[in-house]
């Protein structure tokens, strides 16, 4: 199983920088996925990383530690729109299914 | 594609009525998830088709609900008889393969179920 944990809510202004942490416990690691799910829609993938280090997509970026069970996603040049909630998925390497987090909620302000 | 297409976008219903909600998923994909997200559980899977078989339904909360894929274009998620607690948002999603490297999860606009 997996165990996921994001701060619940996080603050910043338009054009500034937020880092999202996510950390998880599983019992099997096939990789972690970053959604964004503005408010009443879908989530929709922002980014994927499997091996270590840094992704960079953009104005996003995304980390990942496996040894220390650590992610964050990286937000930089803040805009209105980017006023979301992200989630952190963990893949199950054992059966290959997906665990997400409780989502982090982010608040841009002008 | 018009990707992932789910309906209806709203439905409410009375306690002990029957609630069938609809998926039809990007053509081609092979793997169809049915999800559900309240704010007290978060987004949860409840059950996955591969090529119109279940695979793994061990997230169905009981068995109220049951799932169909008669076709590569079609799933149904059914509640009967619906129950307060069954109100949320029920997301369809589809992917082209589950293990594949960035192999990532299309998810449809969803149903808002009300139950009173």
């Known amino acids: 199983g997996q165990n996921i944990d994001q701060p619940t809510e996080m603050t910043a202004t338009e054009g500034a920088i937020v880092q999202i942490n996510c950390t998880y416990q599983t019992s099997g690691f096939n990789g972690l996925f970053w959604y964004q799910q503005h408010a009443g829609e879908a989530p929709t993938f922002l980014s994927y990383?499997?091996?270590?280090g840094l992704e960079e997509k953009g104005r996003f970026s995304s980390f990942l530690s496996r040894s220390k069970g650590y992610s964050y996603l990286l937000l930089k040049e803040l805009q209105m729109k980017d006023s979301a909630s992200y989630l952190c998925a963990v893949r199950d390497s054992n059966d290959y299914k997906l665990s997400f987090g409780a989502g982090t909620t982010v608040t841009v302000r002008a | 594609d018009a990707g992932v297409i789910q309906s209806p976008r709203h439905e409410v219903t009375e306690m002990g009525q029957e609630v069938t909600l609809r998926c039809k998923p990007i053509s081609g994909h092979d793997y169809l998830f049915w999800y559900r997200q309240t704010m007290m559980r978060g987004l949860e899977l409840l059950i996955y088709?591969?090529?119109?078989?279940?695979?793994?339904d061990s997230g169905m909360p009981e068995d109220r609900f049951s799932a169909k894929m008669p076709n590569a274009s079609f799933s149904t998620l059914k509640i009967q008889p619906s129950e307060p607690r069954d109100s949320a948002v029920y997301f369809c999603a589809s992917s082209l393969a589950l293990w594949d490297l960035a192999d990532e999860q299309y998810f449809g606009p969803g149903t808002r179920l009300t139950v009173t």
């Open positions: 088709f591969n090529n119109n078989v279940p695979i793994d």
């Open positions: 990383n499997v091996l270590d």
